[in-house]
């Protein structure tokens, strides 16, 4: 008999799950396929049709991240409904599976700057911003949610701009948050040396998340609209000679900076004060003038990698999934010793990763760590 072959599909079928439809956000079904290194949903919406979406370029590490899994922290409190189910719920629902690792608030929507990529929308246009009141009752919300908050970032708009951010750091240091960060373009912290003294005044558990996408003047004016070297430079110089403890956070847009990851990294080591580098992937969100998905769009692991193969310090074993949310987050963890960092994450077992770490983003404020 010449019974015709049976051929095989070009991918491997992973799973299924549900995602949104990119045009009408509805709830649809979507397969998970492998297709070499390469993880795509394919999404099926009755009214537009199937679309592909690359999810990760590391399908190894895709496949691992699930093997971090472990139970969430439910919440002391919630505070509101589920009335439609996920993802359209929005807030600390009865169906929220994590406790808040980070929890923000934006203080306000007025900005010093209008960037082309702004994910909160923020401009020099906007006026709108919180009352002390209202950002009270924000954070006893959150205290009443946690008990002891881990983290709580204060962001906008630009937060330091508001004619009240030292009355609301010190709000947040009256109450049980075990530490405070300070999401900033850092305008203010390089043009106001007695702004810079105040905060050096409360440095103890805060934290600046100084934005800080590149070392080329040509991608900062793609990203923020103008050549912001200088206001870099001045506010790590102002936050290195008091001793405020600081992350750079970058956000990465392919073809404008997604090159300059080991150089950031290294530019970091440069400075004592700086306690770590966050890369955050460009998405459509806000403000994205210009944005295109297809050219544009970087993904978790296309960072992870860059990190890996160019940085020289951390290998495959040291950047993993963060275990509170382990699809979403990829980190590594170091020992500093002037620019000298040894990798400590490999250096402990998985198993004891996920069973002794806390659900959270920052651990060394914990008790039981310090034993």
Known sequence: MNAPLRKSRPYLFHGQTQSLCETCLKLVPAKILIDGDDVFYQKRCPDHGVQMTKVSSDA???????????????????????DFGCPYDCGLCPDHEQHSCLAIIEVNEACNLTCPVCFAGSS????????????????DALVASEGEPDLLQLSGGEPTIHPDIL???????????????INTNGLRIAADPAFADALAERRKGLEIYLQFDSL???????????????????????????GISTTLVCTVKMGVNDDEMAAIIDHALTYRCVRGVTFQP???????????????????????????????IFGEADMIPLPCNPTAMSIGYGLRNGREVIPVTSMIPKE??????PNAVTFERYPMLKQ
């Open 60 to 82: 190894a590490y895709f496949r691992s991240e699930l093997s971090f899994l472990k139970p969430g922290d439910r919440p002391l409190e919630v505070q509101t409904r589920t």
């Open 124 to 139: 020099q246009a906007a006026t709108k911003q919180l009352d002390l009141a209202t950002i009270g009752r924000m954070m």
């Open 167 to 181: 009355t609301i750091i010190d709000m947040a240091r009256e109450r049980p948050i075990r530490h405070l960060m």
């Open 216 to 242: 080329r003047p040509e991608a900062l004016t793609e990203l923020r609209g103008a050549d912001l070297s200088k206001v870099r430079r001045n506010a790590l110089a102002a936050l290195e000679a008091r």
């Open 282 to 312: 460009i998405q459509d969100a806000g403000r994205n003038l210009g944005f295109d998905p297809k050219t544009d769009r970087v993904l978790l692991s296309d960072i992870r990698r860059r990190v890996v193969e160019d940085s020289g």
């Open 352 to 357: 004891e990763l996920v069973s002794v770490l």
